[in-house]
C-alpha cells in the first residue's frame, strides 16, 4: 500500500513539470504578453521596461523559467493584481469554502445517485428506473449555472425558503479559526452559525451536485445490473442465502469498485462547475475568485490557481485509486 | 467481420438496399453477412429514443440553416429599442411573440439566430477536436514507442486541468472574439479524440484481419489507412455526436464567464442566459427561453450519441 503511493507521488511530479512549463508558456503567449496583461490601460514604454527588469523578463526564457521554478518551490505562486495579497494566501483563504461546497455536493450526488441507481438495475423497466433515466439526462444536458439560476430563482427569491448569496448572513456575528464555517460554527458551539452557514449550502451544493448526480446514478445502474446476472450471484441465491446479505455483501460491493472511480473523475467537473455555480450564488470560494480574475485579466491568479487545482484533483485520484484496495480485496493483493 | 468491405460513409445508404434483398419483416431475414454500420443504421430505426434524438437535431440543424427565413429580425437588430424601459420590458405582444429583452431585441428572432451561432460553435469546434485528436491519435497510434509515450503524456496533462479551466485559459490567449470560443471549446476535445482514438486502434490491432492484411503484403500504410482507421472510428463518431453536445453547453458557460467577446446584446443563447441574470426577478423568461434552448439541443446530442453507442456495441448483438 505505502509502497503504491509513492510510487504515485513520485509520478505527479513530470505531471507538474509539464504543467508548469505550459503554463510558463501561456502567460507568454497572452495577448500583448505578461507585462501588458498586467498594466492593462495604464501601459507606457517606460512602465513595461521598469516591470520587464522588475521580473526578469529582459533574461533568456530558460532562466525565466528556472526562476519561476524555483519560486513555485518556495511556494511563492505570485501577486494578485486585484487584491495585492499573494496567490497562494487567495487560495488558501478560499479553499475551505470550495471544499464545504464540493462535500456537499458529493453527498447529494452520492446520496441520491447511488440508491437511484441500485433501485432502478434491480427494477429494470419500473417508475424508478425511468425517473432515473430522466434525472441522468438532465445532468448531462442542462447547464450548471442555469440551473443554479433556477434553483435560486425558485427557492430563495420566489419562495424565501433559502438564502440567495454569500456563505453566512451578513448579521451572523461568528468567529471562523478553520475556515470551514459549517466546521467552525462546531467547533465554537456557535449552533446558529453552523445552521446557517449549512443553509447557505443548500441551494448552490444542490446545483453542482446535479451532474455527479446523473453519473453516479447511471453508472450504478449499469454496474448493478451487470453484477447482479453474474453466476456467483446466482450461485449465493441458489445456497438459500438471507436477500439482505445477498444484496449487500454480493451485488452491491461487486457493483461499487467502477461507482468509485467514477466518483473521483467527477472532482474535476466538481471543480469546473464551482467557477460557474460560485459566481451565481456569490459565494466565495476559489471558483467564484478565479471567474473574477478571468473579467480581470488576473493571470498570476489563473496561473497559480489552475496549477493548484490540477494537483488537488491528482491527488484526489491518487485516493481514489488507493482506495480500491478497501473495496477490493483482490486488488490489494496484487498491490 | 465484414466491416472492411464497407466504405463507412455508406452505412445509411447500404441498410435499404440491403432490406429490399432479403426482403422486411423482424427477424425475417438474415443479416448475417452485414456491415457494422448497416446494423447500426436497422437498430436504430426502430429505437424510440434515437428517432426522438434524431428529430430535435434535425429541428434545431433545419431552424439554424433557414435562420435568415424563419427570423422575424435580424440577428443585431434592436426592433423593440423604444418601447423597453429600465424599469419595465414588455412581454410577449402580437408583434414580439416571446417578447423583448432589455436591450429591445425580439427574443424569437434572437433565439432563433442562436441556434445558428450554436450549431456554428457546435461544428467548428468538435471538428476543430476531433482533427487534433486524430492526428495526435494517428501519430501515436502509426509510430508508436516513444512517439506514442510523448503524444499520450501530453493528453494526460491536457486532462490533468479540469475542461472548463483549459477551455477558460485558451480563451485568453485566443483573445475576445466567437472564434477564440471556438478554438478553446476545440482544444479541450483534442486529447478526448486522441485517447479515444489510439485506444481504439490499438484494439483492432490485434484482431485476426490485420495479421491477415499483413501476411496478404500490405504495408503497413495501406493497413493502418484501410482496415485498422475505418474500424477504429466508430466510438469516434459517438463521441463526436456527445462532444457536439458538450460544446453547445461549455460555449453557454464561457460566455457566463465573459469570454467570447462582441456586444452584450449578440443573438446567442449563452450571452441571453447571461445578461438574463440581473432580470431574473422581472422577467425570468428571459433567462428559461435560452437555457431550454440549450438543454434541448444538448439533449438531442446526447440521446443520437448514446443509442449510437448502443447500436455500434458489438456485444449487444447476440441479446437481439
Redesign the interface.
Known amino acids: 500500500m505505502l509502497r503504491l503511493i509513492v510510487q504515485r507521488l513520485l509520478l505527479l511530479i513530470p505531471l507538474l513539470v509539464g504543467l508548469s512549463i505550459l503554463l510558463f508558456g501561456w502567460v507568454r503567449a497572452l495577448p500583448g504578453g505578461p507585462v501588458q496583461a498586467m498594466l492593462g490601460e495604464r501601459y507606457t514604454p517606460e512602465a513595461a521596461a521598469e516591470i520587464e527588469a522588475q521580473l526578469g523578463l529582459d533574461q533568456p526564457l530558460p532562466v525565466q523559467y528556472g526562476k519561476y521554478l524555483l519560486r513555485l518551490l518556495q511556494g511563492d505562486f505570485g501577486t494578485s493584481l486585484q487584491s495585492g495579497r499573494p496567490v497562494l494566501d487567495e487560495f488558501l483563504t478560499r479553499f475551505p469554502a470550495t471544499i464545504e461546497l464540493t462535500v456537499v455536493a458529493l453527498i447529494f450526488a452520492i446520496g441520491i445517485g447511488i440508491p437511484l441507481g441500485y433501485v432502478a438495475a434491480r427494477r429494470a423497466g419500473s417508475v424508478v428506473d425511468h425517473s432515473a433515466v430522466v434525472v441522468s439526462l438532465i445532468g448531462v444536458t442542462v447547464p450548471v449555472f442555469f440551473l443554479a439560476f433556477i434553483l435560486k430563482y425558485l427557492f430563495a427569491v420566489e419562495l424565501g425558503w433559502f438564502p440567495t448569496t454569500g456563505r453566512q448572513s451578513a448579521t451572523m456575528v461568528a468567529t471562523h479559526p478553520t475556515n470551514f464555517y459549517v466546521l467552525d460554527g462546531l467547533l465554537t458551539a456557535e449552533w446558529d452559525a453552523a445552521w446557517d452557514a449549512l443553509v447557505h449550502l443548500i441551494l448552490p451544493g444542490i446545483a453542482l451536485g446535479t451532474i455527479p448526480l446523473a453519473i453516479v446514478a447511471r453508472m450504478t445502474r449499469a454496474a448493478v445490473s451487470e453484477v447482479q446476472n453474474a453466476d456467483y450471484v446466482r450461485t449465493a441465491r441458489a445456497k438459500g442465502i438471507k436477500p439482505a446479505r445477498l444484496r449487500g455483501d454480493h451485488i452491491l460491493k461487486n457493483a461499487m469498485l467502477p461507482v468509485v472511480t467514477t466518483i473521483g473523475l467527477q472532482v474535476g467537473l466538481l471543480l469546473s462547475g464551482a467557477v460557474l455555480t460560485e459566481t451565481v450564488f456569490a459565494f466565495s470560494g476559489i471558483g467564484s475568485f478565479l471567474a473574477d480574475s478571468v473579467f480581470n485579466a488576473d493571470y498570476p491568479v489563473m496561473q497559480g490557481f489552475i496549477l493548484m487545482i490540477a494537483v488537488v484533483y491528482a491527488l484526489v485520484n491518487l485516493i481514489v485509486d488507493v482506495s480500491y484496495g478497501l473495496i477490493d480485496p483482490r486488488l490489494r493483493r496484487q498491490q | 467481420m465484414s466491416a472492411n468491405e464497407l466504405p463507412v460513409t455508406d452505412g445509411a445508404a447500404a441498410a435499404p438496399l440491403h432490406t429490399s434483398i432479403h426482403g422486411d419483416g423482424p427477424g425475417g431475414a438474415d443479416h448475417g453477412g452485414e456491415g457494422v454500420w448497416a446494423r447500426a443504421w436497422r437498430t436504430l430505426r426502430k429505437n424510440p429514443v434515437a428517432i426522438s434524438g434524431f428529430v430535435i437535431v434535425a429541428v434545431f440543424v433545419l431552424v439554424a440553416v433557414l435562420a435568415p427565413v424563419l427570423a422575424p429580425y435580424g440577428g443585431t437588430e434592436l426592433p423593440g429599442r423604444d418601447e423597453v424601459r429600465p424599469t419595465m420590458i414588455p412581454g410577449p405582444s402580437a408583434e414580439f411573440p416571446l417578447g423583448l429583452d432589455r436591450y429591445g431585441g425580439d427574443v424569437l428572432s434572437k433565439l432563433i439566430w442562436g441556434a445558428q451561432a450554436s450549431l456554428l460553435v457546435g461544428v467548428l469546434s468538435t471538428l476543430f477536436g476531433l482533427t487534433g485528436g486524430l492526428l495526435l491519435g494517428l501519430l501515436a497510434g502509426w509510430f508508436g514507442k516513444s512517439v506514442d509515450f510523448a503524444v499520450m503524456?501530453?493528453v494526460?496533462?491536457m486532462l490533468?486541468?479540469?475542461?472548463?479551466?483549459l477551455a477558460?485559459?485558451i480563451a485568453?490567449?485566443a483573445?475576445q472574439s466567437s472564434m477564440a470560443v471556438i478554438v478553446a471549446i476545440g482544444v479541450v476535445q483534442v486529447p478526448i479524440f486522441a485517447r479515444l482514438l489510439r485506444g481504439s486502434m490499438l484494439a483492432q490491432k490485434g484482431q485476426d484481419y490485420v495479421l491477415a492484411a499483413s501476411a496478404l503484403g500490405l504495408t503497413r500504410r495501406s493497413v493502418t489507412m484501410s482496415h485498422v482507421l475505418p474500424n477504429s472510428v466508430g466510438p469516434v463518431i459517438v463521441q463526436a455526436t456527445l462532444s457536439l453536445?458538450t460544446a453547445v453547453?461549455e460555449a453557454?458557460?464561457l460566455s457566463?464567464?465573459?469570454?467570447g467577446g462582441g456586444e452584450p446584446s449578440t443573438a446567442e443563447w449563452?450571452r441571453m442566459?447571461t445578461a438574463a441574470?440581473q432580470e431574473?426577478?422581472v422577467a425570468?423568461r428571459l433567462?428559461?427561453l435560452p437555457?431550454i434552448c440549450?438543454?434541448?439541443t444538448?439533449?438531442g446530442f446526447?440521446l443520437v450519441g448514446e443509442s449510437l453507442r448502443e447500436a455500434l456495441d458489438p456485444r449487444n448483438r447476440t441479446r437481439r
Not at chain 2, 160 to 165: D, E, F
Not at chain 2, 256 to 259: D, E, N, R, S, V
Open positions: 503524456r501530453l494526460d496533462l490533468s486541468v479540469p475542461s472548463l479551466l477558460v485559459s485568453a490567449i483573445g453536445a453547453i453557454a458557460a457566463f464567464l465573459g469570454l449563452g442566459l441574470q431574473l426577478a425570468p433567462a428559461i437555457g440549450i438543454a434541448v444538448a439533449l446526447t
